[in-house]
């Protein structure tokens, strides 16, 4: 399984971005596919999930302004980031499960990881 993240760029404030997980390898919808960031100097935290294709998640700094989405026929999950803040500055990865439970949806140590993509929001 490979996971190829992709969409991240230098904003300013209060602009958005979409970023891209594709995903190679993982057939079916019942993968959990989420979205971690690890900030400079900092642990690599949960931003938002998509539980085996049903439910979404998210952490409570980005609820309202991130949405987490994916198409399955294309193995593909996005994160649509509004609203954009300097504290969202991080290395993204996208992440992918296909047996996580949800006790552990926000922790780190998803089977599948991608490379991670730079966002940089300027104030």
């Known amino acids: 399984v490979q996971l190829q993240a992709s969409g991240g760029g230098l904003v300013q404030a209060g602009d958005s971005l979409r970023l891209s997980c594709a995903a190679s390898?993982?057939?079916?919808?019942?993968?959990?596919m989420g979205w971690f960031r690890q900030a400079p100097g900092k642990e690599r935290e949960f931003v938002s999930a998509?539980?085996?294709?049903?439910?979404?998640y998210y952490r409570d700094s980005v609820k309202g302004r991130f949405t987490i989405s994916r198409d399955n026929a294309k193995n593909t999950v996005y994160l649509l980031m509004n609203s954009l803040k300097p504290e969202d500055t991080a290395v993204y990865y996208c992440?992918?499960?296909?047996?996580?439970?949800?006790?552990?949806?926000?922790?780190?140590?998803?089977?599948?990881w991608g490379q991670g993509t730079l966002v940089t929001v300027s104030s």
């Open positions: 390898g993982l057939t079916g919808s019942r993968a959990t």
């Open positions: 992440a992918a499960d296909p047996n996580r439970i949800l006790s552990e949806l926000r922790v780190a140590t998803y089977k599948y």
């Open positions: 998509s539980f085996r294709g049903t439910n979404t």
